[in-house]
């Protein structure tokens, strides 16, 4: 047995390289459709290929890339349909989510979440973009995390990788970051008084209207001094 239990590593060089990768993709120094060099990239990190396949390989598992044979591997395209699809199922998973975290929403519950909505509307106050899009993220994955569904917390793990990626390349709209902040306070009311229904009705259309304001300012890339509007 010996050798079996020795310590193991926090991080392997592996899944050190996964994050890596994953994170420049997902922030966009990869465009989508984009070909990732194998070699320049175990260059770069200063490594064999051997770690650099393997996080490929998971990526591809995740949707971020697409591996061509006799070609390559290229990062996934990102395109209206995707969109679609991924902010469809969001939707549902979030809307369900909502709904089980309410179902048994205690006065601590409710005092994370007013601790969340706090902050959000103070970064807004601060027009500090960055923290606001954080503490919105974080506002929605309060709700998943709370549902006591693994199944539901696993896929919606899975799903918000590639929402990060397409808020990353900014295809929408950006009004002020007080309206943002602001769109969340209806939802919030809503969990005081434990308004279940009305509640996951809420973030539903939430969630699809910030796909419909996506779709409808596809292309427009976002200069980084303004802010957004309903983009989570």
């Not at 519950?109 to 706090?118: F, G, N, V």
């Not at 943002?180 to 009705?201: I, K, N």
Request: contains cysteine.
């Amino acid at each position: 047995m010996e050798g079996f239990f020795n310590e193991i590593p926090q991080k392997t060089l592996e899944s050190q390289v996964l994050d890596r990768l994953r994170e420049a993709i997902v922030e966009g120094a990869f465009e989508p459709d984009a070909q990732i060099n194998q070699v320049q990239v175990a260059a770069n990190f200063g490594i064999s290929r051997g770690p650099i396949r393997a996080a490929l390989n998971k990526l591809e598992e995740e949707g971020l890339v697409v591996n061509i044979p006799h070609r390559g591997t290229f990062v996934a395209p990102l395109d209206k349909k995707i969109v679609s699809d991924v902010y469809g199922v969001r939707s549902v998973l979030e809307s369900y989510a909502v709904r089980l975290t309410l179902a048994n929403f205690s006065d601590d519950d409710l005092k994370k979440l007013e601790q969340i909505y706090d902050a959000m509307q103070q970064a807004a106050r601060d027009n500090d973009m960055k923290a606001v899009v954080k503490h919105d993220f974080e506002m929605h994955k309060f709700f998943v995390e709370m549902s006591g569904n693994a199944v539901l917390k696993q896929s919606w793990s899975t799903l918000q990788i590639q929402v990060r990626r397409i808020l990353s390349y900014r295809y929408f709209s950006h009004p002020y970051l007080q309206e943002m902040a602001d769109s969340h306070t209806t939802l919030l009311e809503l969990a005081r008084q434990r308004r279940v229904d009305e509640a996951g009705h809420l973030i539903e259309e939430h969630i699809m209207e910030a796909c419909s304001n996506i779709l409808t300012n596809w292309g427009v890339r976002m200069d980084e001094s303004e802010s957004l509007q309903h983009t989570v």
